[in-house]
């Protein structure tokens, strides 16, 4: 029985968690932290530019750009599979959270 209830609960929180922890800049951003660094302090694949200290409207116009395929490097492909998955609320507050650190 108890084993039960922790799967339940599993369930149940996996359930909640999509739309509320996407809209969360800090948990957002940690889909970016394995390329980006934890404080955004690296060069992304060796390619991208130092994130950490831009304001969040240049975050938003680069995720934006990348989503609409209009801005982006080499590796442009690679981050539009990143921001796909983020809605409009998302991006901003990820940029927040980024502008911040
Ligand atoms: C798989 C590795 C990877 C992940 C995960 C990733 N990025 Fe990137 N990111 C890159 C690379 C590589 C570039 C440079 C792409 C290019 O050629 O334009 C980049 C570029 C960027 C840029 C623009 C910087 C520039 O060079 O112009 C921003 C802003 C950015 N990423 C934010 C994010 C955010 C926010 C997330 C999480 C939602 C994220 N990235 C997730 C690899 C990644």
């Not at 957002?28 to 409207?57: D, L, R, Y």
Request: glycine share 10%; charged share 15%.
């Amino acid at each position: 029985m108890k084993k039960f209830s922790g799967i339940l609960f599993a369930a149940c929180a996996f359930t909640f968690s999509s739309p509320m922890v996407m809209a969360d800049g800090a948990a957002a951003f940690q889909t970016c932290v394995e390329c980006h660094g934890a404080n955004a302090e690296k060069v992304a694949m060796g390619k991208s530019q130092v994130i950490k200290g831009w304001p969040a409207t240049q975050i938003v116009d680069a995720l934006n750009g990348y989503k609409a395929g209009t801005y982006g490097g080499p590796l442009k492909a690679l981050m539009k599979v990143q921001v796909d998955k983020l809605d409009d609320a998302s991006v901003q507050a990820v940029a927040d959270y980024i502008s911040g650190l």
